[in-house]
């Protein structure tokens, strides 16, 4: 069974420009959550989607904004970029998702540098 | 808002050592998840604890959830240059809003 890929694996952006980012989940797995990772801050929950439905959302600014897709694919942008934006970008899908027996899985991340 | 504390925050140990990582919750624990991460790359899923009590194991790691104390430990018996990493706990915050928060991390390095 293939992982959770995210795409793309590295990206270079300058403030004030947009930003998309990918993730496939694992087949058959309908949560897909969002992490944003930083030295500063740790990991950090920015939102959960199920169903196409975002049943979750972290304590970000508008700025950063998802969906998913029936394929359960999902995407995150962000808008407005910010030099504090640089970080790595995980996704993690899981069967349930907010299930105490759903364990996450992660991709590999993306990396968001902002000059 | 609840949150996760790990500690040590770094630890060095030579190669054959055994090691011990704690994850304390500010709230009740719902649930509690260890994670192994390689720098710059995705969290690797080690265990899942869901009763206190409980205890499991994977390999030469080893992990114990005690709810009383809100406080979840992860043992490394004869440790390899292969279990370096950062070590991540997880944990459900429950209610309405459930997700899952992360701790602050340890950075662990083995010394061959």
């Known amino acids: 069974k293939a992982g959770v890929t995210q795409t793309p694996r590295y990206l270079i952006k300058t403030r004030g420009q947009q930003v998309t980012l990918s993730c496939s989940p694992i087949?058959?797995?309908?949560?897909v959550s969002w992490y944003q990772q930083t030295p500063g801050q740790g990991l950090q929950f920015l939102f959960e989607y199920f169903s196409e439905t975002q049943r979750n959302k972290g304590n970000f600014p508008g700025r950063f904004s998802g969906r998913q897709f029936s394929n359960s694919r999902s995407e995150m942008n962000v808008s407005t970029l910010e030099l504090g934006d640089s970080a790595l970008y995980l996704c993690a899908s899981s069967l349930k998702g907010g299930s105490y027996n759903s364990p996450l899985h992660f991709g590999n991340g993306t990396r968001l540098t902002v000059t | 808002s609840q949150e996760l504390e790990q500690s040590p925050q770094s630890l060095i140990v030579q190669e054959g050592k055994n090691l011990t990582i704690n994850c304390t919750s500010s709230?009740?624990?719902?649930?509690l998840y260890w994670y192994k991460q390689k720098y710059g790359e995705g969290l690797i899923f080690l265990m899942m604890l869901q009763k206190g009590g409980e205890e499991k194991s994977h390999e030469k790691i080893t992990a114990k959830l005690d709810e009383k104390k809100q406080q979840s430990s992860l043992h490394i018996t004869a440790s390899q240059p292969s279990h370096a990493g950062i070590y991540l706990c997880?944990?459900?915050?429950?209610?309405?809003?459930?997700?899952?928060?992360f701790g602050t991390g340890t950075l662990l390095a083995v010394q061959p």
């Open positions: 997880g944990s459900q915050t429950g209610g309405a809003t459930n997700k899952l928060i």
């Open positions: 709230k009740t624990l719902y649930g």
């Open positions: 087949s058959g797995h309908r949560s």
